[in-house]
């Protein structure tokens, strides 16, 4: 503004009338706008909060819950899948849990005969893993019905025996090819400290037989010292 005023001064001599300049004056006093103010800060916090808490709030109402994107585990779980299929095995996620109404609830008359079996998992199998689980030492006390409908659910019940007390149950699969069915029950590390209460593990599991065909199967559990084989029919 004062360069603006010493420029007129300077333009218009001394004892000159300056009522004909005095609109030029003014348009040269107000040429040059004032510098505007900053927000205070205040109402930038007040802004910034004023966005995220509805964002917020619509994110935790409509989120979706999902598993998380893992790309070394998604991709190892489709070339697993990949090399499973090549040699002809299908895999089907089986529930297992502690049943609270004992360990063999399946009447004799209806129960397959079941034996003791060399430890392992099948070589076939073995090969078509990227990653055999942890599995219990030992199968023990196996008890399968002699027959089960297709569509039905096919329920086994045994006792895993644990090498420590280091393992809980995790994930468990059945493994179907031509006449055969794998049951691997699989367990994971216990973080930390922690154990659990026994080695030996009553353990129900149950696998829909929608995917089988009507027949004769061999049903082998799996553990690394002592596995359970028998014969399970589907029926139509």
Same mark, same amino acid.
């Given at each position: 503004?004062?360069?603006?005023? &010493?420029? +007129? ?10 009522? *004909?300049?005095? #609109?030029? $004056?003014? $348009? ?17 916090? %007040?802004?910034?909060? =004023?966005?995220? %808490? ?9 989120? @979706? ?10 991709? *190892? ?18 529930? +297992?849990?502690? /049943?609270?109404?004992?360990?063999? /609830?399946? /009447? ?9 079996? /060399?430890? #392992? ?6 090969? +078509? ?23 039905? =659910?096919?329920?086994? $019940? ?7 007390? @280091?393992? =809980? &149950? #995790? ?11 794998? %049951? &691997?029950?699989?367990?994971?590390? %216990?973080?930390? @400290?922690?154990?659990?209460? +026994?080695?030996?593990? =009553? &353990? ?8 089988? @065909? ?5 049903? !082998? ?9 028998? !014969? ?5």
């Amino acid at each position: 503004m004062q360069s603006a005023v &010493l420029w +007129a001064a300077t333009v218009i001599p001394q004892g000159q009338d300056c009522s *004909k300049g005095r #609109g030029t $004056f003014a $348009f040269l006093a107000m040429s040059r706008p004032e510098s505007k103010r900053p927000w205070p800060m205040k109402w930038v916090v %007040l802004a910034i909060i =004023a966005i995220l %808490l509805p964002y917020t709030a619509i994110t935790l109402l409509y989120r @979706k819950e999902s598993r998380p994107f893992e790309p070394y585990s998604d991709m *190892k779980r489709q070339a697993n899948v990949h090399r499973l299929l090549k040699a002809g095995f299908n895999r089907y996620l089986v529930t +297992a849990d502690r /049943p609270t109404e004992g360990l063999t /609830p399946i /009447p004799a008359a209806r129960r397959a005969v079941m034996q003791a079996a /060399p430890g #392992g998992v099948p070589q076939a199998l073995a090969d +078509a893993l990227i990653e055999v689980p942890h599995l219990p030492s030992t199968v023990r006390q196996l008890a399968a019905p002699v027959s089960v409908r297709a569509g039905e =659910a096919l329920v086994v $019940f045994l006792v895993a025996g644990l090498p420590d007390h @280091k393992e =809980a &149950l #995790g994930e468990t699969y059945l493994y179907v090819r031509d006449s055969e069915l794998i %049951l &691997l029950v699989g367990f994971d590390p %216990l973080p930390g @400290k922690l154990e659990s209460r +026994a080695r030996d593990l =009553a &353990l129900r599991a149950s696998v829909s037989t929608e995917h089988l @065909k009507p027949g004769r199967y061999r049903l !082998t559990v799996v553990g690394l010292r002592e596995s359970q084989v028998g !014969t399970v029919t589907v029926v139509p």
